[in-house]
């Protein structure tokens, strides 16, 4: 490659899960240390990071035609890099498909985008797909921009190994963030104005830590430490896994205001033939079991969840358990996908792959279910009085949208004088309910 002028702008743009988007924010915090600063509504950067997925073949194909599809107004291509599981996954791949890339960057390098970009300057092309497991947490800048909702990975990688899933081969094994660092992190995060923490991690629940005397702690532990932290209003986390859950973090839903009663516990299948062929290590009955103690913990509790359907070998009368497993559960808002065969996976090489045409009908039979339980379940809430944190101004003067505890978006109206701001949380009343939001009243201005 030819040497260039450095970028002056710059814009990351992120895919698959919510720890992609923190990584993301953290690339785009170095990139403004450097000076470079974000490109124009409108107007394609200088330097774009593709900050990607591979969880399913669709979100991975898709980063090619991106770059196919770069182009600055003057028609010469942007500076580009390629970050997160597909540079872990295909890093060699992105090189030879894509000679326009000039940085591939993995999920566990993502700190040395700055040095890369020296390199690539000069006219080098780079890539670093190391797995030095932690070290990247500690080069990171603070985080300036002050939202009132903060993401804070706290654990990273996955040893499960489910048959069907690339995680384990683009993210590593399991660790933890330190106790420490992690309190400290979400102190700053609530001094540039977070209320509400999400904590991540590929198995969120499986993070285990030592708190200030040395005691083994786990997610638990480390929750209730972050709900000590004055200004810190709403504490939630994900995505956990059922083998993980242990009876504190359980009981912390009951005790610790601050938590949110929301729990995202993918399930994956209703059939225990077919969970044991992706290596779930639960049963339909183990995992309804676990659902039953956080309700007694928390009634109000709303549950979500992930599927799968068409996984290898799935018969009708299997996908039908999947089916009863939700009637039964009556999720408030869940993730359903088509099975995808993942390269270097065991079931990508399983016999009987299923036929789109009937993954597409049993999509679409479930998502009716799951639809109706989640416009049910945002009907159950009209008429209640809750906190609302707002996030962003709505359409219409005085009209805002923000989120309940349960995680339900809801757009209210300011009335009878009281006002909101970015960031409050207000009380509303629920009024109406729809398929993905509901429509609300504010009744009480700021109460923190
Ligand atoms: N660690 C979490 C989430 C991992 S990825 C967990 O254990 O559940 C998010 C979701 O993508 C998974 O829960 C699963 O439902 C889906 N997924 C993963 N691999 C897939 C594949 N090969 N095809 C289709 N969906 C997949
Ligand atoms: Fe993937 Fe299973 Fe690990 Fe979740 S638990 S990340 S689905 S291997
Ligand atoms: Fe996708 Fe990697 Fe997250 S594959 S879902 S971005 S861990």
Not at 16 to 22: E, I, P, T
Not at 327 to 343: G, L, N
Request: include cysteine; aromatic fraction near 6%.
């Amino acid at each position: 490659m030819k040497p260039t002028n450095p970028p002056k702008t710059y814009r990351v743009t992120s895919f698959g899960c919510q720890m992609n988007v923190y990584a993301g924010e953290r690339m785009a915090d170095l990139l403004g240390e450097r000076g470079i600063a974000p490109a124009p509504q409108g107007e394609e950067a200088d330097l774009v990071v593709l900050n990607t997925c591979h969880i399913r073949e669709k979100a991975a194909e898709k980063v090619y035609s991106d770059i196919g599809r770069l182009k600055k107004p003057d028609g010469t291509k942007p500076m580009i890099a390629v970050a997160g599981c597909v540079a872990q996954a295909e890093g060699e791949e992105i090189m030879v498909r894509a000679p326009a890339v000039s940085m591939v960057v993995g999920p566990q390098a993502y700190h040395r985008l700055p040095d890369m970009l020296d390199k690539a300057v000069q006219g080098e092309r780079a890539t670093d797909t190391d797995m030095p497991a932690i070290a990247k947490f500690g080069a990171l800048p603070q985080r300036r921009r002050s939202t009132p909702t903060a993401f804070l990975t706290v654990q990273e990688g996955c040893d499960k190994f489910c048959t069907y899933c690339v995680v384990p081969y683009t993210r590593g094994a399991e660790i933890s963030r330190s106790y420490n660092s992690l309190v400290d992190e979400a102190c700053k995060l609530v001094e540039t104005g977070a209320r509400e923490i999400t904590l991540l991690g590929q198995n969120v629940n499986a993070w285990s830590g030592e708190d200030e005397a040395g005691r083994a702690v786990g997610l638990a532990g480390l929750i209730q430490a972050l709900a000590k932290i004055d200004g810190l209003e709403r504490i939630r986390y994900t995505t956990s896994h059922p083998n993980d859950m242990d009876d504190a973090l359980i009981a912390a839903h009951g005790e610790v205001d601050k938590l949110m009663p929301y729990l995202h516990l993918p399930v994956q299948s209703g059939s225990d033939r077919v969970l044991k062929t992706m290596n779930r290590s639960h049963t339909a009955e183990s995992y309804l079991r676990l659902l039953e103690r956080f309700r007694e913990a928390r009634p109000d509790i709303a549950l979500s969840g992930d599927f799968i359907v068409g996984f290898p070998g799935e018969t009708d009368a299997e996908f039908e358990e999947t089916l009863t497993l939700v009637d039964e559960v009556r999720y408030s808002q869940a993730f359903s996908f088509k099975y995808s065969p993942r390269p270097g996976t065991p079931a990508a090489t399983m016999e009987n792959q299923i036929a789109r045409e009937v993954m597409d009908e049993r999509l679409q039979r479930l998502q009716a279910s799951l639809n109706r339980d989640q416009l049910a379940f945002n009907q159950s809430l009209v008429g209640k009085t809750c906190d609302i944190l707002v996030e962003r101004k709505g359409k219409h003067d005085g009209q805002w949208l923000g989120k309940a505890p349960w995680l339900t978006s809801v757009w209210f109206t300011e009335e009878d004088g009281r006002s909101a701001e970015i960031g409050d949380l207000v009380q509303v009343e629920l009024i109406e309910a729809g398929p993905n939001s509901l429509q609300g009243a504010m009744r009480k201005a700021a109460i923190a």
